[in-house]
């Protein structure tokens, strides 16, 4: 099988079952599947031996594909899916000199599993870009990955061409590891470090990958308090950010668990957050350089018993490949991509993901999309990105006629800067388009308030595709029943009702043991017929919001 480049991979996914598949352009390993027995004793690992291909020519890219699904084979416990949420780390094991040094190329906090539908099948899939990792994946390692919640399928897509700059090392600046908050500010660990840059390098980068654990003190340290970190070179600090992730929007909804609750730095169901920084502008290639991690310090509170898992690591680069090259990173809308289902289908603007992999800034770009077998609409783009800078571009609704035969969304990038674009291999990208829902003309929203002065936290707009609001609402009061009669025209609209807490309209059943009085009761959201019957329900336990897309009239 041929794949002509990066985009068409991705329906190769459910389909590759062998253990290694050559192709002409890629090299897929598939160490891990379904039939992989479940790893025994409490949150076991995978562990597997994989060869790695040794090859002189560059990959353009190295894609790690994680796919969970729930299973009665698996051994964590007497669920399909886990019950609890656990943290776990793609490990790899590369010899150096005596000894082995352990590298994490992925962080993953597994989902609340207890009557959790996980894409059924199929299964949940998600993406790791681990091109970075290029010179330790390599030869014959030891890998250790996922756990015994939920059945595991893991591949890896080693995809030939030049990457955007050639990687030449990764090392460990601190390794992954478990660090108590009050360590980590007294300056106990992750001590000021010294590192002789690589001479033969060209651009620099430190990551970090940290998340916070622990229900320790007034705000429950560390897993959820937002803390402030930093690094430092030679005493002077030149990156400082937040570790915190919104997961009321989590796209794995609902979960038997309190997943909507924003976390430090994940969310059940989720990879952690990883913080890329661009070194390059502060240092000289070859030189000696001092580089320190600090944290804000800890509270007399008893929050100094918390604890974050973390790891930093330094990459080196050559020079930029290309001068002028525009890669598309992502079909936001309108795709069947699972990590994009909250807001999708959805026939209004297509929302795309850009990035400037040119050594120049990118200031202009044209963009050709719309169905891949009819006449595509063409939006030009104006900015500034710098490189490795990325935009979410949101395009004007192309035309729609014929999707019921044909489908297939393409969008193409060309003339990058009015020039020639040096790399097409990440150029096009494609996906399947879901169609929304048919509704009449004339329908109702039922709206039944839940209690315990919850029912102002709730509001709802219903717009159309220019954004104009046709309904709005707010104010509600508790336990109370609201019946909205809308009349429309033909064409896309979107409901969107919000949380104020981030918590739904569900119960608060998590008070079940320690303040019966605040479980309260859930609450309705359904779309109705004239004649009353159902339209579409929606899950209480929707997290920060619904947001809803839908048709009017007969799809072009």
């Given at each position: 099988m041929?794949?002509?480049?990066?985009?068409?991979?991705?329906?190769?996914?459910?389909?590759?079952?062998?253990?290694?598949?050559?192709?002409?352009?890629?090299?897929?390993?598939?160490?891990i599947n379904w039939e992989t027995p479940s790893p025994e004793g409490w949150n076991a690992q995978y562990i597997k031996?994989?060869?790695?291909?040794?090859?002189?020519?560059?990959?353009?890219?190295?894609?790690?594909?994680?796919?969970?699904?729930?299973?009665?084979?698996?051994?964590?416990?007497?669920?399909?899916?886990?019950?609890?949420?656990?943290?776990?780390?793609?490990?790899?094991?590369?010899?150096?000199?005596?000894?082995?040094?352990?590298?994490?190329?992925?962080?993953?906090?597994?989902?609340?599993?207890?009557?959790?539908y996980l894409g059924g099948e199929k299964g949940w899939e998600w993406t790791y870009d681990i091109t970075d990792y290029a010179p330790i994946l390599k030869g014959k390692r030891k890998f250790?990955?996922?756990?015994?919640?939920?059945?595991?399928?893991?591949?890896?897509?080693?995809i030939k061409g030049i990457p955007t700059r050639n990687i030449l090392k990764v090392e460990n600046l601190y390794p992954y590891g478990n660090y108590k908050y009050v360590d980590l500010s007294d300056d106990l660990v992750l001590k000021k470090k010294s590192i002789k840059l690589d001479p033969n390098a060209s651009g620099y980068k430190l990551k970090a990958v940290i998340s916070g654990h622990g229900h320790e003190g007034p705000r429950n340290c560390c897993e959820w308090d937002s803390k402030t970190h930093t690094y430092y070179l030679s005493n002077w600090e030149i990156f400082r950010w937040n570790v915190w992730k919104d997961c009321g929007n989590n796209p794995i909804y609902p979960q038997g668990g309190t997943w909507p609750f924003d976390r430090a730095g994940w969310c059940p169901g989720t990879k952690v957050d990883e913080y890329d920084f661009e070194l390059t502008p502060y240092v000289i290639p070859g030189d000696s350089i001092n580089i320190d991690y600090a944290i804000e310090p800890?509270?007399?509170?008893?929050?100094?018993?918390?604890?974050?898992?973390?790891?930093?690591?330094?990459?080196?680069?050559?020079?930029?490949?290309?001068?002028?090259?525009?890669?598309?990173?992502?079909i936001i809308t309108p795709t069947e991509n699972q990590k994009y289902s909250r807001s999708n289908p959805n026939l209004a603007n297509p929302k795309i993901i850009i990035r400037n992999n040119g050594q120049y800034n990118l200031k202009s770009l044209e963009i050709h999309y719309g169905l891949k077998s009819r006449k595509k609409s063409v939006f030009k783009w104006i900015g500034e990105l710098n490189f490795l800078e990325k935009e979410i571009i949101s395009l004007p609704t192309p035309r729609w006629?014929?999707?019921?035969?044909?489908?297939?969304?393409?969008?193409?990038?060309?003339?990058?800067?009015?020039?020639?674009?040096?790399?097409?291999?990440?150029?096009?990208?494609?996906?399947?388009?879901?169609?929304?829902?048919?509704?009449?003309?004339?329908?109702?929203?039922?709206?039944?308030?839940?209690?315990?002065?919850?029912?102002?936290?709730?509001?709802?707009?219903?717009?159309?595709?220019?954004?104009?609001?046709?309904?709005?609402?707010?104010?509600?009061?508790?336990?109370?029943?609201?019946?909205?009669?809308?009349?429309?025209?033909?064409?896309?609209?979107?409901?969107?009702?919000?949380?104020?807490?981030?918590?739904?309209?569900?119960?608060?059943?998590?008070?079940?043991?320690?303040?019966?009085?605040?479980?309260?009761?859930?609450?309705?959201?359904?779309?109705?017929?004239?004649?009353?019957?159902?339209?579409?329900?929606?899950?209480p336990d929707f997290g920060e919001e619904v947001r809803y897309n839908f048709h009017v009239g007969p799809i072009p």
């Open positions: 041929k794949l002509a480049s990066f985009i068409f991979l991705f329906p190769l996914y459910s389909i590759v079952n062998s253990e290694t598949i050559s192709t002409t352009d890629t090299l897929i390993l598939h160490p031996e994989i060869d790695f291909p040794i090859d002189k020519d560059p990959w353009s890219k190295i894609i790690m594909v994680q796919t969970l699904k729930c299973d009665s084979k698996t051994k964590g416990d007497s669920y399909p899916c886990g019950e609890w949420d656990y943290i776990w780390n793609t490990l790899i094991e590369v010899p150096t000199n005596d000894s082995i040094e352990v590298f994490s190329i992925g962080s993953f906090v597994t989902p609340y599993g207890k009557g959790l250790t990955v996922g756990n015994n919640q939920e059945l595991l399928d893991l591949k890896f897509l080693f800890y509270s007399d509170n008893g929050e100094k018993e918390g604890f974050f898992y973390m790891t930093h690591q330094i990459f080196s680069y050559g020079a930029p490949n290309f001068k002028n090259d525009a890669e598309i990173i992502d006629f014929g999707i019921k035969k044909s489908k297939n969304f393409i969008v193409i990038l060309k003339y990058p800067n009015n020039t020639k674009d040096e790399n097409f291999a990440n150029n096009t990208m494609s996906s399947i388009i879901p169609l929304p829902d048919i509704f009449p003309k004339i329908f109702t929203l039922r709206f039944l308030t839940n209690d315990i002065n919850r029912a102002r936290e709730n509001s709802f707009t219903l717009t159309n595709t220019n954004g104009h609001v046709i309904y709005a609402e707010n104010n509600f009061l508790d336990s109370t029943e609201y019946v909205f009669r809308m009349e429309l025209k033909n064409g896309d609209y979107q409901f969107l009702l919000k949380d104020q807490m981030e918590d739904g309209v569900s119960k608060h059943w998590w008070n079940r043991g320690s303040s019966p009085d605040k479980i309260g009761v859930n609450g309705v959201i359904q779309f109705l017929s004239i004649d009353g019957d159902t339209l579409k329900n929606f899950y």
